[in-house]
């Protein structure tokens, strides 16, 4: 499409066509009024099919107000009465939404200044947006939609108001944010403080923004704050509808959030409660766009796309430069992307026309190649490799046929039988045969559920032969294959049964499985391959691990493209498995077991890093109940239980993350002693006349003080050390460590209290430290990350420094035994007349002992 720098738009190959949609009473609509839109025929996400849900868009011409005569009375910009024809607005409005949910460009955000721009002052920014959206390459063939501050919407641009001429002369949809109040942080969070936000939103809606965009801000993982934000724009949306217009609800969470993927899950769960609940009470034509940072975890959002609510989820980057938007945009697929500083980034008034029009070309030509729009098969991968969730499936042997698809056709039309919940579930081949709500089953899953439609072998086994039981009849995989495929399968599950450690067996078994893999891959489909450990199995670890280690050999021989996805018995020992779910050509890991309940499938499944659960929902007791809302009600916890234990990560995997991965420094707060002594008196604190033990009270007076300072947050800190004593010490009601973690985002450590020897060929090594395993033990009962152990070098005497370091990795030995992480602190001494050369031979001695250790050793230094 060419140039939109006149009304109509000039260029347009295909066109929808607009009706003005308010008009003067003295001035009568006249050609002059028509609009031009660009088609959207090639904006569809392709091959996806359609929901039958409440997911349509509002109809041109479709409008609920009841007027005589198809016309209606609006209020104008200035205040003053006109008539319109109703049609037309509805028309209007239609088509922005149209636009706004399924074409392809950038969501521009125009509203605030970017950080980028330093010295200019709000007169001079407000003159370059006036420049940016009046500039020919700003054009609806990029940019679909542009969010304007609440003070521009009556200024004039080309003889226009700004938000007509985006939308009548430049084919763009116009968003107004709201004007914002600067808000204190509470539980985490910025609220939204506008005043004024009644007449705010009247005067919006009668300048003709489609919609209003509000902001919160997110800085730490405390529900109570987030579910607060969420509630509130929720609340505020309603207002909105009643006027007419489309939220735009932006809940960001800031790039320095303590702990942001926490931040995230907290979000997305309280987001996912907020568009239900609105489901039950919306019109066809309530929509919300969802405006959320660029996730820390790739396509973290998309659970929430195809909600019935949901007009269109949108991502942010407002402070990135535009090479690092660019990169999180192309990680996370059909979402619109919302930019400013990335969009804006090179763009300057002192450049010429020509300059200027090349570098906003450039900018949006940029962001639309990192623009990533998938379809049902790459969309259905990406949801089967990285989003959180379980599997389901429905197996009874006390059910009649008739019986389980009516159970199992009440779950699949549940509100809580939600994509956002649940990965996929498993069909058995009669199930194939059967409708829900008039739709093939399989067909139902997708295009109703977005749940992955998964196919399960149903040969039987054969009899036990070397402690396994193998598919009975691998024969019938092809017909079941093409029958799946048909019918819109994605996966293929097959599954067998280990009741032995017999090696011969365990071989054969997983030979036999890799078979079927290589038939359901040829087939464009995933193999689920489903071994299970008999729970009752002898030497049950010992089969695990011959299990393991027979996969990971088949692994071997597979190619970069071909992925398996693994359902295995719940493992004797934690993170069994692990080998498994890190591999490369793992798509997926559940644990699953055919003679446990789904509590503890739970219980076990959430202490396995990288394991999901894979449930038999009609086993589940509390779901055989007749009363509707009893049985809703169950369901929601259930499926609630079973997706937190799918996603959770053990507190200590999840403590290592943040100190491999995040920015930041350590505190220490594990002063003792004398040390301790000079602290306090540097805080205030008049020592003379205090014991040990008041000066240990007022210490701790002083720490409680600093830990719980609104200020002393996991944004900045990534440790804290402490005393020994400390760990007795609750802070607010709760143990010391677990305040730290859970309300501040700090990994909490403690300080072996061990004293120093003597000096001895230039080093002090530690004391024996009596009870230390005891000491160990209770350190991780309390909630503690990891043990510091200190000793100190003086002279650069190589046999003290090698002493030095046995002893550190001695002890490192003692806590990773201990199930803790430790501190090595080998401290050169700051006077140390030959520094330089002892840091030199400690380095050395360092790097022996680094290259000795295994993967799963680790410590901080």
Same mark, same amino acid.
């Given at each position: =499409?060419?140039?939109?720098?006149?009304?109509?738009?000039?260029?347009?190959?295909?066109?929808?066509?607009?009706?003005?949609?308010? /008009?003067?009473?003295?001035?009568?609509? @006249?050609?002059?009024?028509?609009?031009?839109?660009?088609?959207?025929?090639?904006?569809?996400?392709?091959?996806?099919?359609?929901?039958?849900?409440?997911?349509?868009?509002?109809?041109?011409?479709?409008?609920?107000?009841?007027?005589?005569?198809?016309?209606? /009375?609006?209020? *104008?910009?200035? %205040?003053?009465?006109?008539?319109?024809?109703?049609?037309?607005?509805?028309?209007?409005?239609? @088509?922005?939404?149209?636009? &706004?949910?399924?074409?392809? !460009?950038?969501?521009?955000?125009?509203?605030?200044?970017?950080?980028?721009?330093?010295?200019?002052?709000?007169?001079?920014?407000?003159?370059?947006?006036?420049?940016?959206?009046?500039?020919?390459?700003?054009?609806?063939?990029?940019? #679909?939609?542009?969010?304007?501050?609440?003070?521009?919407?009556?200024?004039?641009?080309? %003889?226009?108001?700004? &938000?007509?001429?985006?939308?009548?002369?430049?084919?763009?949809?116009?968003?107004?944010?709201?004007?914002?109040?600067?808000? $204190?942080?509470?539980?985490?969070?910025?609220?939204?403080?506008?005043?004024?936000?009644?007449?705010?939103?009247?005067?919006?809606?009668?300048?003709?923004?489609?919609?209003?965009?509000?902001?919160?801000?997110?800085?730490?993982?405390?529900?109570?704050?987030?579910?607060?934000?969420?509630?509130?724009?929720?609340?505020?949306?309603?207002?909105?509808?009643?006027?007419?217009?489309?939220?735009?609800?932006?809940? $960001?969470?800031?790039?320095?959030?303590?702990?942001?993927?926490?931040?995230?899950?907290?979000?997305?769960?309280?987001?996912?409660?907020?568009?239900?609940?609105?489901?039950?009470?919306?019109? $066809?034509? $309530?929509?919300?766009?969802?405006?959320?940072?660029?996730?820390?975890?790739?396509?973290?959002?998309?659970?929430?796309?195809?909600?019935?609510?949901?007009?269109?989820?949108?991502?942010?980057?407002?402070?990135?430069?535009?090479?690092?938007?660019?990169?999180?945009?192309?990680?996370?697929?059909?979402?619109?992307?919302?930019?400013?500083?990335?969009?804006?980034?090179?763009?300057?008034?002192?450049?010429?026309?020509?300059?200027?029009?090349?570098?906003?070309?450039?900018?949006?030509?940029?962001?639309?190649?990192?623009?990533?729009?998938?379809?049902?098969?790459?969309?259905?991968?990406?949801?089967?490799? !990285?989003? %959180?969730?379980?599997?389901?499936?429905?197996?009874?042997?006390? =059910?009649?046929?008739?019986?389980?698809?009516?159970?199992?056709?009440?779950?699949?039309?549940?509100?809580?039988?939600?994509?956002?919940?649940?990965?996929?579930?498993?069909?058995?081949?009669?199930?194939?045969?059967?409708?829900?709500? %008039?739709?093939?089953?399989?067909?139902?899953?997708?295009?109703?559920?977005?749940?992955?439609?998964?196919?399960?072998?149903?040969?039987?086994?054969?009899?036990?032969?070397?402690?396994?039981?193998?598919? +009975?009849?691998?024969?019938?995989?092809?017909?079941?294959?093409?029958?799946?495929?048909?019918?819109?399968?994605?996966?293929?599950?097959?599954?067998?049964?280990?009741?032995?450690?017999?090696?011969?067996?365990?071989?054969?078994?997983?030979?036999?499985?890799?078979?079927?893999?290589?038939? #359901?891959?040829?087939?464009?489909?995933?193999?689920?391959?489903?071994?299970?450990?008999?729970?009752?199995?002898?030497?049950?670890?010992?089969?695990?691990?011959?299990?393991?280690?027979?996969?990971?050999?088949?692994?071997?021989?597979?190619?970069?493209?071909?992925?398996?996805?693994?359902?295995?018995?719940?493992?004797?020992?934690? *993170?069994?498995?692990?080998? &498994?779910?890190?591999?490369?050509?793992?798509?997926?890991?559940?644990?699953?077991?055919?003679?446990?309940?789904?509590?503890?499938?739970?219980?076990?499944?959430?202490? *396995?890093?990288?394991?999901?659960?894979?449930?038999?929902?009609?086993?589940?007791?509390?779901?055989?109940?007749?009363?509707?809302?009893?049985?809703?009600?169950?369901?929601?916890? @259930?499926?609630?239980?079973?997706?937190?234990?799918? @996603?959770?990560?053990?507190?200590?995997?999840?403590?290592?993350?943040?100190?491999?991965?995040?920015?930041?420094?350590?505190?220490?707060?594990?002063?003792?002693?004398?040390?301790? +002594?000079?602290?306090? /008196?540097?805080?205030?604190?008049?020592?003379?006349?205090?014991?040990?033990?008041?000066?240990?009270?007022?210490?701790?007076? =002083?720490?409680?003080?600093?830990?719980?300072?609104?200020?002393?947050?996991?944004?900045?800190?990534?440790?804290?050390?402490?005393?020994?004593?400390?760990?007795?010490?609750?802070?607010?009601?709760?143990?010391?460590?677990?305040?730290?973690? #859970?309300?501040?985002?700090?990994?909490?450590?403690?300080?072996?209290?061990?004293?120093?020897?003597?000096?001895?060929?230039?080093?002090?090594?530690?004391?024996?430290?009596?009870?230390?395993?005891?000491?160990?033990?209770?350190?991780?009962?309390?909630?503690?990350?990891?043990?510091?152990?200190?000793?100190?070098?003086?002279?650069?005497?190589?046999?003290?420094?090698?002493? &030095?370091?046995?002893?550190?990795?001695?002890?490192?030995?003692?806590?990773?035994?201990?199930?803790?992480?430790?501190?090595?602190?080998?401290? #050169?001494?700051?006077?140390?007349?030959?520094?330089?050369?002892?840091?030199?031979?400690?380095?050395?001695?360092?790097?022996?002992?680094?290259?000795?250790?295994?993967?799963?050793?680790?410590?901080?230094?």
């Amino acid at each position: =499409m060419g140039n939109c720098n006149t009304s109509p738009c000039a260029g347009a190959k295909e066109a929808d066509i607009l009706a003005n949609f308010a /008009i003067d009473e003295a001035a009568p609509a @006249t050609d002059d009024a028509i609009l031009r839109v660009p088609s959207l025929a090639a904006a569809h996400h392709p091959a996806d099919p359609p929901s039958r849900r409440r997911t349509s868009l509002p109809k041109e011409g479709a409008d609920d107000t009841d007027v005589p005569g198809g016309s209606t /009375i609006v209020p *104008n910009a200035n %205040g003053s009465k006109v008539t319109a024809d109703k049609s037309k607005i509805a028309e209007k409005k239609a @088509t922005q939404m149209r636009i &706004l949910a399924e074409k392809d !460009g950038i969501l521009a955000a125009l509203s605030s200044k970017p950080s980028f721009i330093d010295g200019s002052t709000p007169e001079e920014f407000r003159d370059l947006r006036m420049r940016l959206i009046q500039d020919p390459k700003f054009e609806n063939t990029t940019v #679909v939609g542009a969010i304007m501050a609440e003070e521009y919407i009556e200024m004039e641009v080309g %003889g226009k108001s700004l &938000l007509d001429y985006l939308w009548e002369t430049k084919g763009i949809v116009p968003v107004v944010s709201l004007t914002q109040n600067k808000s $204190e942080v509470v539980s985490g969070v910025e609220m939204v403080e506008s005043p004024d936000m009644e007449e705010s939103l009247e005067k919006i809606a009668r300048h003709g923004s489609l919609g209003v965009r509000v902001r919160s801000k997110i800085h730490l993982p405390q529900e109570a704050g987030i579910r607060e934000a969420v509630d509130q724009q929720f609340a505020m949306a309603k207002r909105m509808f009643a006027l007419g217009l489309v939220p735009v609800l932006h809940l $960001e969470v800031i790039i320095e959030a303590a702990q942001r993927h926490r931040c995230e899950d907290i979000l997305r769960d309280e987001l996912s409660h907020q568009l239900d609940a609105l489901d039950l009470v919306a019109q $066809e034509n $309530e929509k919300v766009v969802l405006l959320v940072s660029m996730p820390t975890k790739p396509n973290f959002y998309m659970p929430l796309m195809d909600h019935a609510c949901m007009l269109r989820l949108s991502c942010s980057a407002h402070d990135l430069e535009r090479a690092e938007a660019c990169v999180l945009l192309a990680q996370n697929a059909n979402v619109l992307p919302c930019l400013g500083q990335p969009l804006v980034q090179g763009v300057a008034m002192h450049l010429s026309d020509e300059d200027f029009s090349r570098s906003v070309e450039e900018s949006t030509l940029a962001i639309m190649q990192a623009v990533r729009t998938v379809g049902q098969h790459e969309r259905q991968l990406i949801k089967m490799q !990285g989003q %959180g969730g379980f599997f389901a499936s429905f197996e009874s042997e006390s =059910m009649s046929a008739e019986s389980l698809h009516a159970f199992r056709e009440r779950c699949f039309t549940s509100l809580h039988f939600s994509s956002y919940r649940i990965v996929g579930a498993v069909l058995s081949e009669a199930a194939l045969d059967r409708e829900v709500e %008039g739709v093939p089953s399989a067909e139902f899953l997708w295009s109703e559920k977005k749940i992955l439609p998964i196919l399960s072998l149903d040969s039987g086994l054969a009899a036990e032969k070397h402690g396994v039981l193998l598919l +009975k009849d691998t024969k019938k995989v092809e017909g079941l294959l093409a029958k799946g495929a048909e019918c819109g399968i994605f996966a293929f599950k097959a599954r067998s049964m280990i009741l032995q450690p017999d090696l011969t067996g365990i071989k054969a078994l997983v030979k036999q499985l890799f078979e079927v893999a290589g038939k #359901v891959m040829a087939q464009g489909m995933v193999p689920i391959l489903a071994p299970e450990v008999a729970m009752d199995a002898p030497s049950k670890p010992k089969c695990e691990r011959l299990l393991v280690d027979a996969l990971l050999a088949a692994m071997r021989k597979l190619g970069p493209a071909q992925k398996v996805a693994f359902e295995l018995g719940l493992p004797s020992e934690a *993170n069994v498995y692990l080998p &498994l779910s890190s591999h490369p050509n793992t798509m997926r890991l559940a644990g699953f077991s055919s003679s446990v309940d789904s509590s503890q499938v739970c219980a076990i499944v959430a202490m *396995n890093i990288g394991m999901c659960c894979s449930v038999n929902l009609a086993v589940v007791k509390d779901l055989q109940v007749q009363n509707d809302e009893q049985f809703e009600d169950a369901l929601d916890a @259930t499926c609630q239980s079973v997706y937190v234990a799918s @996603t959770a990560v053990p507190a200590k995997e999840e403590q290592t993350l943040k100190l491999q991965d995040s920015d930041g420094f350590g505190v220490g707060l594990d002063q003792t002693g004398t040390a301790l +002594k000079e602290m306090l /008196i540097r805080y205030g604190v008049d020592c003379k006349g205090l014991n040990e033990k008041d000066m240990a009270e007022a210490f701790h007076e =002083m720490r409680t003080r600093i830990i719980t300072c609104e200020a002393f947050t996991g944004q900045r800190i990534l440790c804290i050390t402490l005393a020994e004593g400390s760990m007795e010490k609750p802070i607010c009601g709760m143990p010391v460590a677990k305040y730290l973690w #859970v309300h501040k985002g700090i990994v909490p450590f403690v300080k072996l209290s061990g004293r120093l020897v003597d000096e001895q060929a230039g080093v002090q090594l530690m004391k024996e430290i009596p009870g230390l395993d005891k000491k160990l033990s209770k350190a991780r009962a309390s909630g503690m990350f990891g043990v510091k152990g200190r000793s100190v070098i003086r002279l650069a005497n190589p046999v003290g420094i090698k002493a &030095l370091m046995l002893q550190q990795m001695q002890i490192a030995k003692r806590i990773w035994a201990g199930g803790l992480v430790p501190i090595l602190q080998p401290e #050169v001494d700051f006077t140390s007349p030959d520094k330089a050369k002892c840091e030199q031979i400690l380095l050395d001695e360092l790097m022996e002992h680094l290259g000795k250790l295994r993967r799963d050793e680790r410590i901080v230094l």
